[in-house]
C-alpha cells in the first residue's frame, strides 16, 4: 500500500508570492491533516479535512488555506509568503473520522522563502 | 491552552544504554496521549496511552502513563544506533475530535556506537 505522498518535496519562493503544496492520502484514508514544522516552535497544526470538508483550522493567518477534493487528495495554499513560512510542511492522513490517534505522515514539503 | 513539555530536549548516549525520555502536559479535556519517532522527515506511530499505569510495549520500546501526575514515560532499552531520532509527545488538542494534535518540540536522540 502506497504512504502518503506529497509534492514538491523541496521549494524556494520570494517573499510575496504564494504556493500550494499537495497531499496524496493512503487510499481509503479520508481525513488529511497539515502541520507546520520548525526549529522554534516544533509541529503546529494548520487545519484538517475530511470528506472535502474543513472541520477545524489551528492559529495560523488566513493567507494559509486549504482544499480536499472528492477523491481525497488535498492542497493548502499560503499567500503573500513571509520569510516567517519558511518550514517543512507536512501531511498526515487517517482511516477513520478523528485525526487525534494514529496518523500517516508524508515526508513533507520543505518550503524555504527568500 | 493545552501544552506538552518534554525533556531532556536532547540526549547523547552510547549504544546499548536504556534512555528515559520524558513527556509532561496541560490539557482541559484528556483523550490520549501519542508518542511518535521522526528520523528524518516524516514521523511515524509508536504508541498511544488512554489508560493510567497500564504500560504498552513494542520490542524494546515501552511507554506508561500517569493522569493524576500528567506526564508519560518512553523507555527504551539495549539502544541501538538506529534508534537516534527526534521523538514526539502529543495530547489531542482540547476542543473536540477535530482539532488536531498539540505536540511537544521533541526529544533528540542520539545514540553513538
Known amino acids: 500500500k502506497a504512504g502518503v505522498t506529497q509534492t514538491p518535496r523541496y521549494l524556494i519562493k520570494t517573499r510575496g508570492q504564494q504556493v500550494t503544496l499537495s497531499c496524496s492520502p493512503i487510499s481509503g484514508h479520508r481525513s488529511v491533516s497539515w502541520y507546520q514544522q520548525t526549529p522554534g516552535q516544533g509541529l503546529q497544526f494548520l487545519f484538517e479535512y475530511f470528506s472535502e470538508t474543513q472541520r477545524n483550522k489551528g492559529n495560523f493567518p488566513g493567507r494559509f488555506s486549504g482544499r480536499q477534493f472528492s477523491n481525497s487528495r488535498s492542497e493548502m495554499n499560503v499567500s503573500t509568503l513571509e520569510l516567517g513560512d519558511s518550514a517543512l510542511y507536512l501531511c498526515?492522513?487517517?482511516?477513520?473520522?478523528?485525526?487525534?490517534?494514529?496518523?500517516?505522515f508524508g515526508e513533507g514539503s520543505r518550503l524555504t522563502v527568500l | 491552552e493545552d501544552k506538552v513539555v518534554q525533556s531532556p530536549l536532547s540526549l547523547v548516549v552510547h549504544e546499548g544504554d536504556t534512555v528515559t525520555l520524558n513527556c509532561s502536559y496541560e490539557v482541559t479535556n484528556f483523550r490520549s496521549l501519542l508518542w511518535y519517532k521522526q528520523e528524518k522527515k516524516a514521523p511515524t506511530f509508536l504508541f498511544m496511552l488512554?489508560?493510567?499505569?497500564i504500560e504498552k510495549k513494542s520490542g524494546r520500546l515501552s511507554s506508561i502513563l500517569d493522569k493524576k501526575e500528567l506526564f508519560s514515560i518512553l523507555n527504551i532499552t539495549a539502544t541501538q544506533t538506529g534508534d537516534s531520532a527526534v521523538y514526539l509527545c502529543?495530547?489531542?488538542?482540547?476542543?473536540?475530535?477535530?482539532?488536531?494534535?498539540?505536540f511537544g518540540k521533541g526529544t533528540h536522540l542520539i545514540i553513538q556506537p
Open positions: 502529543a495530547i489531542p488538542a482540547s476542543g473536540g475530535g477535530a482539532d488536531g494534535l498539540t
Open positions: 498526515a492522513s487517517s482511516p477513520g473520522q478523528t485525526n487525534t490517534g494514529e496518523l500517516f
Open positions: 488512554t489508560s493510567s499505569g
